[in-house]
């Protein structure tokens, strides 16, 4: 099993800045396929970002250009870099990682952008 703990949500104004992390136990990290995914309130669950296990990454065409995925390998760690925030990313953001079977969620953490 992989655990998954998400931190760096809060409240942010419009325009600015917020990095989410996204700590995973276990020593499979490096091979697991890890993303990012938000969901506000009245909607579904949406992908935001992905980064595969080789460093791939693909985005929502929503936040192209001002959100960031990467991870670091050396510490089991994902992040979420978002830039040039807009009211619209207000949601509760939650890490997922996929390796065959396997298919786990965080807590999630919530932000708010204020406009």
């Known amino acids: 099993q992989v655990q998954l703990v998400e931190s760096g949500g809060g409240l942010v104004q419009a325009g600015g800045s917020l990095r989410l992390s996204c700590a995973a136990s276990?020593?499979?990290?490096?091979?697991?396929?890890m993303g990012w995914y938000r969901q506000a309130p009245g909607n579904q669950r949406e992908l935001v970002a992905v980064i595969t296990k080789d460093g791939s990454t693909n985005y929502a065409d929503s936040v192209t250009g001002r959100f960031s995925i990467s991870r670091d390998n050396a510490k089991n760690t994902v992040y979420l870099q978002m830039n040039s925030m807009k009211s619209e990313d207000t949601a509760v953001y939650y890490c997922?990682?996929?390796?065959?079977?396997?298919?786990?969620w965080g807590q999630g953490t919530k932000v708010t952008v204020s406009s």
């Open positions: 997922n990682a996929k390796f065959y079977a396997i298919n786990n």
């Open positions: 276990g020593s499979i990290f490096r091979f697991i396929e």
